[in-house]
């Protein structure tokens, strides 16, 4: 049975994590300037001056958010490269499976995405944290590379993250439709598997054949 001083800590861990889950969503909806101690006790339930009994400042409450909220993108990715996936889709029908990912992950979810990763890189305390979920997301992507038999996946690993992070920019602009992005994304991934397939080697004596037929 647990104790009163037990049961009072626990009530505090779930009022900070209310905070920091409140000040997430005030981030998603005004960016920094919107989380305020008022406007981030009155989105979390609580009164006005649950969060400075909490934090400190603003700055300490936007830097235990951003960096809570990347910790647990890490621990998901990181549980996921861990899984020993079944890979049951070829590059040749993985742009309907993008599509569909798309399609549940909107642009404004990849802008939300985008702007906690780059607010989080921002802070140097906040910066390991960030490479972490970077390192999880290259690790996950090297699990599922290596589960369809790419020999030492790491590298195109990191390669098709850096596509993949770019497609999220890109998308913001709404320069092609959600289907075409996902088709591009799929293009340059095949084309990325394709490079790492024949080596450099290889690339080198495509590149040079293109130079000897422009000539």
Same mark, same amino acid.
């Given at each position: 049975?647990?104790?009163?001083?037990?049961?009072?800590?626990?009530?505090?861990?779930? /009022?900070?994590?209310?905070?920091?889950?409140?000040?997430?969503?005030?981030?998603?909806?005004?960016?920094?300037?919107?989380?305020?101690?008022?406007?981030?006790?009155?989105?979390?339930?609580?009164?006005?001056?649950?969060?400075?009994?909490?934090?400190?400042?603003?700055?300490?409450?936007?830097?235990?958010?951003?960096?809570?909220?990347?910790?647990?993108?890490? /621990?998901?990715?990181?549980?996921?490269?861990?899984?020993?996936?079944?890979?049951?889709?070829?590059?040749?029908?993985?742009?309907?499976?993008?599509?569909?990912?798309?399609?549940?992950?909107?642009?404004?979810?990849?802008?939300?995405?985008?702007?906690?990763?780059?607010?989080?890189?921002?802070? #140097?305390?906040?910066?390991?944290?960030?490479?972490?979920?970077?390192?999880?997301?290259?690790?996950?992507?090297?699990?599922?590379?290596? %589960?369809?038999?790419?020999?030492? #996946?790491? #590298?195109?690993?990191?390669?098709?993250?850096?596509?993949?992070?770019?497609?999220?920019?890109? /998308?913001?602009?709404?320069?092609?439709?959600?289907?075409?992005?996902?088709?591009?994304?799929?293009?340059?991934? %095949?084309?990325?598997?394709?490079?790492?397939?024949?080596?450099?080697?290889?690339?080198?004596?495509?590149?040079?054949?293109? %130079?000897?037929?422009?000539?």
């Amino acid at each position: 049975m647990a104790t009163r001083a037990q049961l009072s800590q626990e009530r505090s861990r779930l /009022r900070r994590d209310e905070l920091l889950a409140a000040a997430i969503e005030l981030f998603a909806e005004g960016g920094s300037r919107a989380i305020t101690h008022r406007a981030v006790a009155a989105r979390a339930g609580l009164p006005s001056a649950t969060t400075t009994y909490y934090f400190e400042s603003i700055d300490e409450l936007i830097r235990e958010a951003l960096g809570a909220h990347i910790d647990q993108w890490s /621990r998901d990715l990181e549980a996921l490269a861990a899984i020993d996936i079944d890979v049951d889709v070829s590059l040749d029908d993985a742009s309907q499976l993008i599509s569909r990912v798309f399609a549940v992950r909107g642009p404004e979810v990849a802008a939300l995405e985008l702007a906690i990763f780059l607010a989080a890189a921002r802070v #140097p305390e906040l910066r390991d944290n960030a490479a972490r979920s970077m390192q999880a997301f290259e690790d996950l992507a090297t699990n599922l590379l290596g %589960r369809v038999g790419v020999n030492e #996946p790491g #590298p195109l690993a990191a390669s098709i993250v850096t596509l993949i992070t770019g497609t999220a920019v890109r /998308r913001q602009s709404g320069l092609y439709t959600e289907d075409e992005e996902a088709r591009l994304l799929v293009l340059a991934i %095949r084309g990325l598997v394709a490079a790492h397939a024949i080596g450099p080697e290889g690339v080198d004596r495509t590149l040079a054949d293109l %130079r000897e037929a422009q000539e």
